[in-house]
Structure formats: structure tokens, C-alpha cells
């Protein structure tokens, strides 16, 4: 359904006189009231994850014994409540949350960069070229999607970088075909017919006129693309394949959380909490974002 939504994405809808297409699409996204709940959502909680470790005097591995498995208080600053070994589970939230933001950021760029430069590559080179790429990403489609992750890390290692590139590199499928049906039709544009009659080389083509005119569809797919990303490092870390400790994120406090929510429930309900809103958010964005942007699909 996503891939049928973006595929009847353009560019090249006409605008009143008097506006361009970036106001209108600007006007369109502060009209959609889910979409500017979603945005407020997301700077508050990157807000609260940067500077909210000022506002407590607890630090994530602080042990404090005489208080494990305390229930969330205002006398103590312990806000969220304490785990087994009495460490303040607000601060480890807001350390969760650095590491899943940074994590679903930075491997959706990964996503993007491989997903965008193959997409373009095959969609505008066609032929037997693109028959093989595409090929190829039909193989890649085949596999399960968790196993390569899941062997990319263990032939890795589990750093955190590696987590980066681990799911960066193989949630680049969906953009390359995006990217590939997009190509095919711009090609066949007026003003790169124009440009290839000029003597422009195939390189200066894709960077000048093709990828240009990809940023939209590129804008909506990173912002459906984080969540997920984020989904995926949470589903990583809940079985033990994620962040490791002493870090943690929104994956792995959920994690602890289950094991011992008979005995403190709050372990569970505040990082599962975050974690929910923030992938609402993200999506309520992009929502909104591929209505702005293509409003005859609203």
C-alpha cells in the first residue's frame, strides 16, 4: 500500500499563480492538525532527551541499593521509579531515547544513501542494466529480513555503529524501487531530454535533474522509514541482539521491563510509553507529509 501511495507521487502537479509549490505544500502540512501534534511531539521528546538529564541529579548507572524497585516519586526525584539495582529509571529513558533517536536516524541515512544512488542508477541506465539490479533486489526481498540482520551482527560484532550499518544496509529495498519508478518516469521528461541533447553526462543528469525532483518522495520515506528503523533495533534489543550494556535504549529498558513488570510495572509502562508516542509521531509526520505533498492522494 505505501509503495502504491509514494509511486503516484509528482512533482509536476501545477500551482496558483502567485505561490510556489513549497508554500502550498508548507500550507497544506500546518492544515493537517495530526501532523503538527506529530511534529510538537517529536521536538518535545528531542527537548527531553538532551537537555532532561540537567534536571535530575541521577545518572543512568548510579547504583542505589536502598531503593530498588521503588515506585515513581516526587520526594526521592525519582520520577519513572527505580529498577533491581536501583538505578533511576528516568535517566535511563532519556539515555534510551538518545541511542533509538540516533539509531533510527542515522541507519535510515544509510537506507537512504544506498537506496536512492541504486534506485536512481538502475531506473535511469534501464535496459539489461536495470533488469540485473532489480534482480537482485527481488533476491534480497526473499530473504528474511531479521535473519540478515541478525547475520550481518553476529559476523560484525554488536557495536553500535555496526547496528547502524547492520539495519541501514539491508532497509534499503523499499527506496530503491521507489527511487527506480520515479527515474523511469523523469527520464522521459522535456527538460532531460533537453539536458542529455545539451551534452550533459549521465552523472551531471542524475545530480542536477533526476535526484532534484526525488526530494519529495524522499522526505516521506525517511519519515515512515525512522519509525520502523526504530521498531526494528527495539525488536533487536527485546531479544538480546541490540544495544548492549552499559548503553541501553527504548528496545532494551522494554525488555527488562517484561521480566519484571509483576514486581514493578512501571519498568515497562513508562519506556513502552515513550517509545509508542514517538513512533506516532513519526508517523502522524509523514502522514502528513505525503499529504502536503501530493494532496490529489489525500
Not at 530503491?176 to 523511469?184: E, F, K, M, Y
Request: no cysteine; hydrophobic share 55%; net charge neutral.
Amino acid at each position: 500500500m505505501f509503495l502504491n501511495r509514494l509511486s503516484s507521487f509528482s512533482l509536476f502537479s501545477q500551482s496558483p499563480a502567485g505561490s510556489s509549490l513549497g508554500q502550498e505544500a508548507w500550507a497544506r502540512l500546518l492544515a493537517n492538525r495530526a501532523a503538527v501534534a506529530g511534529m510538537i511531539l517529536l521536538a518535545a521528546t528531542a527537548v527531553l532527551v538532551l537537555l532532561g538529564p540537567l534536571a535530575t541529579p541521577h545518572a543512568p548507572s548510579d547504583l542505589d541499593f536502598d531503593r530498588i524497585w521503588q515506585s515513581p516519586t516526587l520526594e526521592s526525584r525519582h520520577w519513572f521509579g527505580t529498577d533491581s539495582l536501583g538505578r533511576d529509571l528516568f535517566a535511563r529513558s532519556l539515555q534510551g531515547g538518545r541511542i533509538s533517536l540516533l539509531v533510527g536516524l542515522v541507519a535510515t541515512l544509510v537506507s537512504l544513501l544506498i537506496g536512492v544512488a541504486y534506485g536512481a542508477i538502475a531506473g535511469y541506465a534501464g535496459g539489461r542494466v536495470d533488469a540485473v539490479m532489480m534482480r537482485a533486489v527481488d533476491i534480497l526481498y526473499a530473504l528474511p529480513f531479521l535473519f540478515f540482520v541478525i547475520l550481518l551482527m553476529v559476523a560484525f560484532g554488536r557495536h553500535l555503529v555496526l547496528i547502524f550499518v547492520a539495519i541501514g544496509a539491508v532497509n534499503w529495498l523499499d527506496m530503491a524501487r521507489i527511487v527506480r519508478g520515479q527515474t523511469l518516469s523523469l527520464k522521459r521528461k522535456e527538460f532531460v531530454e533537453a539536458a542529455r541533447l545539451s551534452g550533459a553526462g549521465t552523472g551531471r543528469i542524475l545530480l542536477a535533474y533526476v535526484l532534484p525532483n526525488l526530494l519529495g518522495v524522499v522526505a516521506i520515506y525517511a519519515t515512515l522509514t525512522v519509525p520502523q528503523v526504530i521498531m526494528i533495533e527495539s525488536l533487536l534489543s527485546f531479544l538480546g541482539l541490540g544495544v548492549q550494556a552499559p548503553d541501553t535504549s527504548w528496545g532494551s529498558l522494554v525488555q527488562e521491563g517484561a521480566q519484571e513488570m509483576e514486581q514493578a510495572p512501571w519498568l515497562l509502562f513508562f519506556p513502552a510509553a515513550m517509545l509508542a508516542f514517538t513512533l506516532l509521531a513519526f508517523n502522524f509526520v509523514g502522514d502528513g507529509l505525503r499529504d502536503a505533498l501530493d494532496p490529489k492522494d489525500r
